[in-house]
């Protein structure tokens, strides 16, 4: 089966400092995506970031970016300039595409910003 | 979130009952999944689907069923739940290609 884990159960950041969430994946495969979603208290799942494996460069949104090491298998997510609306568990994950393109998840990182 | 509805969002039930619990999408989207979240686990598929009655089972299949007789429902069915199916329960859309993924609002169902 595939896995991915997040060796970080628990992060704290103060607010406007960086902080990065780690993750580490295995696949046999050349080309796929990985993904970060950000679960608030509300429980909604969202979209915070997505890489495809061929691109080299690393992808960006806004705050957020990812350190996307293909040969380690490790795909990082660092926040810059952290909010406190960024309060909220962390995801990694990523499909298989032998079972019909499900998402593995990592275990989570709950990520906690203080003022 | 926009396409995807869940219900009920809440449920609590009796130990041995039956629950259906209903996903539905209006995106016209190939695959469907059931997740189950727990504590320390993230998100664990149940089942999932790649069309109409195509299906398929996940990690933590064992106590549920599924069924899918029109692309836009996706119903997962407790047959006699049990406390340890006590969770929170996501659905999930993709089209094809594992691209992208949109989440329902998910269900949380206690079993007492």
């Known amino acids: 089966a595939q896995t991915v884990t997040q060796s970080q159960p628990e992060m704290s950041v103060q607010e406007a400092e960086t902080v990065t969430l780690s993750c580490t994946y295995d696949?046999?495969?050349?080309?796929?995506?990985l993904f970060w979603y950000k679960q608030p208290p509300s429980r909604q799942m969202i979209l915070v970031i997505r890489?495809?494996?061929?691109?080299?460069q690393n992808a960006t949104e806004n705050r957020f970016s990812v350190n996307f090491q293909k040969a380690a298998k490790s795909f990082s997510l660092k926040i810059s300039d952290s909010q406190l609306g960024d309060t909220a568990m962390y995801f990694c994950?990523?499909?298989?595409?032998?079972?019909?393109?499900?998402?593995?998840f990592g275990g989570g990182t709950r990520l906690m910003v203080k003022p | 979130d926009a396409g995807i509805t869940q219900s009920p969002r809440h449920k609590v039930t009796e130990t041995g009952t039956p629950v259906t619990l209903r996903c539905h999408q209006t995106?016209?989207?190939?695959?469907m999944y059931w997740y189950r979240q727990d504590p320390g686990h993230g998100l664990r598929l149940i089942h999932y689907?790649?069309?109409?009655?195509?299906?398929d089972k996940g990690e933590v299949s064992d106590g549920y069923s599924v069924s899918r007789s029109k692309t836009e429902d996706f119903l997962l069915t407790l047959e006699s739940a049990t406390s340890s199916q006590t969770s929170v329960y996501f659905c999930?859309?993709?089209?094809?290609?594992?691209?992208?993924?949109?989440f329902g609002s998910g269900t949380r169902l206690t079993v007492v």
């Open positions: 999930a859309i993709s089209k094809e290609g594992g691209y992208g993924y949109t």
């Open positions: 696949t046999s495969e050349n080309n796929y995506y």
């Open positions: 890489q495809e494996a061929y691109k080299q």
């Open positions: 994950a990523r499909p298989d595409n032998n079972a019909g393109n499900m998402l593995t």
């Open positions: 995106e016209n989207h190939r695959y």
């Open positions: 689907s790649y069309g109409v009655k195509d299906t």
